[in-house]
Each structure stands twice: as C-alpha cells, then as structure tokens.
C-alpha cells in the first residue's frame, strides 16, 4: 500500500509539472493561477494602502509607460508562442512606492511595484524596462507558483498531492515566499529562477522597443550600487555578475532581433 502511495504521488507531481515557455526549464506548479491570483491581487493592495505611492510626477508616468509597453511585449510573446490563454486572469498594475530601497518586484498576475530607491540606477526608461522585464519575467514563469507549490507540499508531510488546499495554505505560503511586511515586500527566488526571469526579461524589454544591450550596463551598475555589500534582499539570491553577464550576452542576439521588429523602436 505504501509503495501505491508513492507512486501515485510521484505521478502527481509529473503531471504538475509546469514548462518555462521562454527557457524550456521545467519546475513543480500545484497551485492554478485561479487559486494564487486572488491572494496577489489581495496582498499588493494591502502593500499599497500601506505605502506612499507616488503619482503624477514623470517617474511615475516612466513607470506607467514602460510597464504598458512591457504588457504590450509579453502579450505580444505569448501570442506568437500560441499561449495567450496562460494570461488569462492577469490584472496588470504598474505603482511606484516613495521607499529608498534598491529593489522592485512582480506579485502573480502582473502586479508590479518600483521602490523609488532603484532610480537612480536604472538611470532612464531602457534601464527600468532591464527591471520591470526582469521581474515580470519571474511572474509569467511562474516563479511564485513554484515555491509556493514547494512550501505547501514540504507542509502536507508526505500527504498525496491532490488533497484539498485551503485558500488560507495559499494565503500563508505566498506571504512567507514574499516576506511582506509593513510597505517592504522581500523576495527569495533561487537564482535558477533569477537567470530565467533574465533572459525573459531581455526579451520583453526588446519587444517593448527598449535597446536589449543597455541590460549588461545596468547590472554592471547594480553591482557597483552594492559597493561590494548586500544592502538589499534585491542582491542576495541573484547570479554572480559573470554568470549573470555571460547568459544575458547568450540571449542577446534573439532579444535584438526583437528590438529590431519592434513597433515601439526608436520611440
């Protein structure tokens, strides 16, 4: 009987096997977008209620319109990919919150924030676009989905997949995957996932008429923003600077075909 078990289970988890279907790297999603969006949508707004969201001034409308071309891009993508149905339920959202942090992120469902506190590195729209694709990139791979799978497996303690899940398990684990607390949201992705959301991000900010060369300079000047110290969660998962710089000059030629037959080039 323990051994039927085991194999159903091991069964299970092939068959909730999701594919990256930008990098063909394959990861374990038990939770659908229709269980983990909710929960998403519910949290950003709670970090939004609980931050000073910036409006009106030309930050913010750089941030409105990389983010709008960025959507532009992945809808875009994923079209051509034959997979739009996989951005069903996306209620993208781009806010720039007044916190001095280095950092950015993308909840599930396309909600996105920019901490003011990033842009004096990314300098301009093309630097921005490197950290909005990157981080939408984490979101339409399904990053989230993937460590909250993890975490509510590790906490069924062996339990076949399949078992009923409540939607405060979902809750619970997506808070503790984004450490959300007070106006600060956290994240932890491996940097397996930081390489993936990389290259999809290079690609989206080519598709979205941003120059995919600039990407190299900005994490250069990520790296001296540091000063050698991890000031920000932002840093402490990511890839070295060479294994980082090497994928992205990898990917670069696809992404400038993109940025070559982009409406948005030049604009």
């Known amino acids: 009987m323990k051994k039927f078990f085991l194999s159903l289970s091991a069964g299970l988890l092939i068959a909730s096997c999701a594919t990256n279907p930008v990098t063909g790297r ?11 969006f909710p929960q998403s949508f519910a949290q950003y707004n709670q970090v939004l209620k ?3 969201v910036i409006s009106g001034t030309n930050d913010a409308k750089m941030v409105q319109t990389v983010g709008n071309r960025l ?8 079209q051509e990919l034959g997979i739009s149905n ?4 996306y209620q993208w959202q781009f806010s720039l ?45 399904g990053h989230s989905a993937e460590q909250v799978s993890q975490r509510v497996l590790t906490e069924m303690g062996g339990q076949v997949l399949g078992t009923a899940v409540s939607g405060s398990q979902w809750a619970n684990a997506l808070g503790s995957i984004y450490s959300i607390g007070g106006s600060t949201v ?12 990389d290259v999809t991000g290079l690609y989206l900010m080519g598709l979205a008429g941003y120059d995919p060369n600039e990407a190299i300079n900005f994490w250069e000047r990520m790296s001296k923003a540091s000063g050698g110290v991890k000031q920000s969660e932002f840093f402490s998962t990511h890839p070295s600077d060479a294994t980082r710089i090497a994928k992205i000059r990898e990917s670069l030629p696809k992404a400038i075909q993109m940025y070559n037959a982009s409406p948005y080039k030049g604009k």
């Open 26 to 36: 394959k990861s374990l999603s038990i939770v659908s977008n229709a269980q983990l």
């Open 50 to 52: 609980e931050s000073k």
């Open 71 to 78: 959507k532009y891009a992945a809808e875009k993508y994923y």
């Open 86 to 89: 996989q951005l069903n339920g």
């Open 97 to 141: 919150l007044d916190n001095k942090q280095i950092n950015a992120w993308c909840m599930p469902g396309g909600k996105v924030a920019v901490y003011s506190g990033i842009l004096p590195v990314t300098k301009d729209a093309t630097g921005l676009a490197v950290v909005m694709g990157h981080e939408i990139g984490h979101a339409l791979a």
């Open 186 to 197: 956290l994240l932890r992705y491996s940097r397996t996932m930081e390489l993936d959301a």
